[in-house]
């Protein structure tokens, strides 16, 4: 069973484009997050939601919009994609913060 | 502002080597300290992790050693087998409950035969 799943896995698009990358947890875990990984492997928290409260907004773009339908589910969504946007995004969760974190496998991102 | 500084970028080792991945942190106020490894088109997984109250931590071939005075932790592996390569993190949080990790900029470990 997948603990922490991701879609899509791979994701091509054009500049300008809205795209929405789809993450869910089947851990019972409270709090969820959203990364980016550039091209350097740099590893970088975006957003953290505990019971679908945002209680982490690093300073991204405000492009980048996660949502949270429900504590198992956190969505982020790319308006206006830019060439800069290229990168992995990684999901995790976690029992709670300070917890070990449980990554997705990843959604690897290319603007064109 | 990098808060977690990792050395080296990259690592080379033959089997049986002990890699010694280094990092120093400037925040006196971080007290959990995790190793994460990542393979090839995985995501991060814990590998093992420390606080402050403790100088060393064992878990298998994996050692994280504590300075807390100098700021700095490592990670040992001992006996390194070709299937420890990968590229491991180091990572620092502060005693909040809603704090955030910092990572470190990676290690690439590559152990040969």
């Known amino acids: 069973d997948t603990a922490v799943s991701q879609t899509p896995k791979y994701l091509v698009t054009q500049m300008g484009n809205d795209k929405s990358i789809k993450c869910e947890q089947n851990?019972?875990?409270?709090?969820m997050y959203w990364y980016k990984q550039d091209s350097k492997k740099f590893l970088k928290i975006m957003f953290s939601?505990?019971?679908?409260?945002?209680?982490i907004n690093e300073t991204v773009p405000n492009r980048f919009s996660p949502k949270s339908p429900d504590k198992a589910h956190l969505n982020l969504h790319i308006n206006s994609l830019e060439l800069g946007d290229s990168a992995v995004y990684f999901c995790a969760s976690s029992p709670g913060t300070r917890a070990q974190e449980y990554f997705g496998p990843g959604t690897r991102l290319t603007v064109t | 502002q990098q808060q977690v500084k990792q050395s080296p970028q990259s690592l080379i080792v033959q089997k049986g080597g002990i890699p010694i991945i280094n990092c120093a942190y400037e925040n006196t106020a971080f007290d959990y300290f995790p190793w994460y490894q990542q393979f090839p088109g995985k995501g991060p997984a814990l590998l093992i992790a420390i606080r402050p109250d403790v100088s060393e931590k064992k878990e298998g071939r994996f050692t994280i050693s504590f300075n807390k005075s100098a700021k700095q932790f490592s990670l040992h592996i001992m006996d390194s087998q070709p299937g420890d390569s990968a590229t491991y993190f180091c990572a620092a949080s502060k005693a909040y409950n809603t704090d955030k990790l910092i990572f470190g900029t990676g290690t690439r470990l590559q152990v040969f035969p």
């Open positions: 851990l019972g875990h409270d709090t």
């Open positions: 939601y505990n019971n679908k409260e945002l209680i």
